[in-house]
């Protein structure tokens, strides 16, 4: 299966953008893991062919960044900041009421905990990684989407709502 | 009482939606650019040298000074904003971007100008997607205008046209893109693991050229400096070492968090906790505070009367860095709180530098047999030992940054640890 047409295309618009194309490899990706989700072996080589690099190199770059996911992921990741400020104010428990609201069996201990719904559709993950928001703590992030502010049982029954209805929407893992 | 201040990096206090073009240019935005193009780019890094303006991203390096390493030589030169913005309790250039982009546009054109640099990098953190999506639609305003990109209506002081283009660009999670060698890898398109220095950046640095980089903040401070001048600029803060407003993030236990954009060394930590953050939700009073994130040594209670800047915070034995302060109350567990610092410094380790990569390791594994209350009074030793090992043995600070909090949580607040290992009961340290 190749990339469509229109990611091929923004990724050879990124090649073109910046004085080396080695800068694109990690937009690229990047576009590649939107249309996929992941960024398999063979998506890897793919998107290393269309920047005119090595597969090395775009192995090298999946591997390291957090964003970027070499495994298969649940179409709705929901991920909790539980580093320190967050942490104080009540992060943990917030990720531990939504994982009972979403029947999600947690793993992990301490500052790295994840899980995931029955049909995969949903991965929920406590993280040290801060996201920028400690000051609108609680928060968590559901894919690319900040929500902030989740300081009551009703916030954290409407995120689940809300998660709930993008996995019914999103295509099945 | 809160001090008298009008904000100039953040003038709108809640407000969420971004700055136009329009809004920006009617309180004087881009004054400040049309003010340096009149000027020789020597004379506008002289400007910046004589403000005192420090960087504000950590690191506390003079600006001007910075501009001042790139050499005059043909060929391209760049200048790069870190926006890679991950230091935990840290939020402020979020703010600047998703409100103010034009106030870092503006920055960047000036420091731009000033160094010779026609293109022009800001390096966001991944997770901040709107920030960036804002940020490239005040470009597109600029370019729109005439402002940035080309045909450009700004001449400069030589009669030519003033050409600059800015490209937006976003990493994908990984706190070392904060340093700066880490970052200009990351932008070249390798794994992003800090630089042995020399070469420095300011003589090889992104595609091996002459490149500065700079925070966010520092940007955002430039154009007042060039609109209203060095005497206006000096004259908020506390000359000569802490000139110019300062965002402070404030988090934890404090009734109202936020960003508080006041002048360096106007106010104490007390006054900032109680009078801006509103003290404690529990009541409890301060047991610690960190005040550059999780990078530095926590701050005692009993040094809360330290002056909000550069040297108040130094004297109180840590240091100002991003200015991210994080106030834990007295139910705050410390041991507990530093395992939750190291774990995210295991993380975010690169793995390049064999200590910070070992070292990280060892303390996280460590501290959390303590915190799990398996730990023996010998971990102490270890943490202690592992510390020492760690510090000053990497070729960037993150290493550093991952002892602060163990050796000054175990000099402050041995006490946590010995409950945590059974050696002390908590109702004896209750009762201390």
């Known amino acids: 299966m190749t990339l469509s047409v229109a990611t091929v295309t923004a990724i ?162 | 009482m809160p001090i008298d201040y009008q904000p100039i990096l953040l003038p709108n206090p809640g407000r969420t939606t971004a700055v136009t073009l329009a809004e920006y240019e009617k309180r ?59 230091e935990p309790g840290t939020f402020k250039d979020r703010d600047i971007m998703e409100v103010e982009p034009h106030t870092l ?137 802490n000139t110019g407003p300062k965002i402070f993030c404030l988090s934890g236990h404090v009734k109202k968090p936020g960003n508080y954009e006041l002048p360096l060394g106007k106010i104490t930590l007390r006054q900032f906790i109680e009078e801006y953050g509103g003290g404690t939700p529990s009541g409890l009073p301060v047991k610690g505070v960190l005040p550059a994130g999780v990078s530095a040594p926590i701050i005692h209670s009993s040094q809360l009367d330290a002056v909000m800047d550069y040297d108040g915070i130094k004297g109180a034995g840590s240091m100002l860095g991003s200015a991210s302060f994080i106030v834990m109350d007295d139910s705050v567990d410390m041991a507990w709180a530093s395992s939750r610092m190291v774990e995210f410094f295991r993380h975010e380790s690169c793995g390049k530098c064999t200590p910070c990569r070992e070292g990280t390791s060892w303390l996280e594994k460590t501290m959390l047999r303590i915190v799990d209350g398996k730990g023996k009074e010998a971990d102490l030793d270890t943490l202690s030992f592992v510390c020492k090992q760690i510090a000053g043995n990497t070729l960037c600070a993150l290493g550093d940054f991952a002892t602060s909090s163990v050796v000054s949580s175990l000099k402050l607040y041995k006490d946590d640890y010995l409950v945590r290992i059974g050696k002390k009961s908590s109702s004896d340290r209750a009762a201390e």
């Open chain 1, 12 to 173: 050879h618009a990124e090649v073109a953008r910046y004085p080396s194309k080695k800068t694109a490899l990690l937009p690229a990706l990047k576009l590649a893991q939107k249309e996929r989700g992941w960024l398999s072996t063979e998506t890897l080589g793919e998107v290393a062919d269309l920047v005119g690099l090595p597969h090395s190199h775009a192995i090298e770059l999946a591997s390291f960044y957090a964003m970027l996911f070499t495994e298969k992921v649940a179409p709705v990741r929901v991920e909790f900041c539980i580093q320190l400020p967050c942490a104080l104010v009540g992060a943990e428990a917030a990720l531990d009421k939504t994982a009972k609201l979403l029947d999600v069996e947690m793993h992990g201990t301490h500052g790295t905990r994840h899980g995931h719904t029955k049909d995969h559709q949903i991965e929920l993950h406590g993280t040290v990684e801060c996201y920028g928001a400690c000051h609108r703590a609680p928060m968590c992030r559901v894919g690319d989407d900040y929500v902030e502010n989740l300081k009551t049982d009703d916030d954290l029954k409407k995120l689940v709502g809300d998660v709930k209805i993008r996995a019914q929407q999103a295509p099945k893992h």
């Open chain 2, 28 to 86: 004087g935005g881009y004054v400040g650019l049309k003010n340096a193009l009149e000027k020789t780019p020597d004379e506008v890094t002289g400007v910046v040298k004589d403000s005192g303006l420090k960087g504000r991203g950590g690191a506390g390096f003079p600006t001007g000074l910075k501009w001042s390493f790139v050499p005059k030589m043909p060929g391209p030169k760049y200048l790069v904003v870190n926006a890679d913005e991950s």
């Open chain 2, 105 to 241: 546009i503006e920055g960047v054109a000036i420091g731009s100008y000033a160094i010779g640099c026609e293109l022009a990098f800001i390096y966001i953190r991944g997770e901040y997607t709107v920030a960036g999506d804002r940020l490239n639609a005040a470009i597109a305003e600029c370019k729109k205008a005439g402002l940035l990109g080309q045909p450009s209506t700004l001449k400069k002081a030589d009669g030519t046209p003033f050409v600059l283009d800015i490209i937006v660009f976003l990493g994908a999670g990984a706190y070392i893109c904060g340093e700066e060698t880490a970052l200009i890898e990351s932008l070249e398109g390798s794994r992003p693991m800090p630089r042995s220095r020399p070469p420095f950046p300011a003589v090889a640095g992104l595609y091996m050229r002459p490149t500065v980089v700079n925070n966010v903040e520092t940007m955002a401070n430039v154009p007042f400096i060039l609109e209203k001048g060095v005497d206006a600029y000096k004259a908020i803060g506390n000359p000569p070492n």
